[in-house]
Antibody, heavy 120, light 110 residues
């Protein structure tokens, strides 16, 4: 069974940094692209970033480009999101997600999310 | 990377059908057959309902169907049930090798 568990969220001051982790199990991690998606309180889903199976291809949403870095460690079955220069508008639940297996372009499996709060 | 456009809310009575639209551009919805739809209940992670415009994953009721015409995708739920009340999001792959979500639609079952 596919299992994704995010961790690393918490309270951070504006301008600060945080690293999120997503531990994967139940599938061959090194064969799948991984995504981060966020959702501000009471708001909609926003795609953040994607990393391909070996980390050679990475894309970001414009809103986080230059501040966030996605990476993965296939030996540890973990994907990361390093978030720097955090702003109040980055406050959100951050989900990691994986495609379903039917196609490369959906998000079929999701973690439970980890909350990041950027505030003084 | 502008969000895809969805109606903020739709409603219907049990047994009725509703349709949620999702409008993008030729750089996303109109350019690729990679539209997917998600259902999200309060406090829960999203759930994949439709992939690649019109395909249902295993276990998803055939009351859920979807299509695309030009740069607008649509999700139809027939035979509305109380448990269908949730937020629904569309997403599309884009020409920038990124993904973009719609703003979400709150479905109320009256």
């Amino acid at each position: 069974e596919v299992h994704l568990v995010e961790s690393g969220g918490g309270l951070v001051q504006p301008g600060g940094s945080l690293r999120l982790s997503c531990a994967a199990s139940g599938f061959t991690f090194s064969s799948y692209w991984m995504h981060w998606v966020r959702q501000a309180p009471g708001k909609g889903l926003v795609w953040v970033s994607r990393i391909d199976d070996d980390g050679s291809s990475i894309t970001y949403a414009d809103s986080v480009k230059g501040r966030f870095t996605i990476s993965r460690d296939n030996a540890k079955n973990t994907v990361y999101l390093q978030m720097n220069n955090l702003r109040a508008e980055d406050t959100a639940v951050y989900y990691c997600a994986r495609r379903s297996g039917y196609t490369d372009y959906d998000l079929g499996y999701w973690g439970q999310g980890t909350l990041v709060t950027v505030s003084t | 990377q502008s969000a895809l456009t969805q109606p903020a809310s739709v409603s219907g009575s049990p047994g009725q059908s509703i349709t949620i639209s999702c409008t993008g551009t030729s750089s996303d919805v109109g350019g690729y057959n990679y539209v997917s739809w998600y259902q999200q209940h309060p406090g829960k992670a999203p759930k994949l309902m439709i992939y690649d415009v019109s395909n249902r994953p295993s276990g998803i009721s055939n009351r859920f169907s979807a299509s695309k015409s030009g740069s607008t995708a649509s999700l139809t739920i027939s035979g509305l049930q109380a448990e269908d009340e949730a937020d629904y999001y569309c997403t599309s792959y884009t020409s920038s090798s990124s993904w973009v979500f719609g703003g979400g639609t709150k479905l109320t079952v009256l």
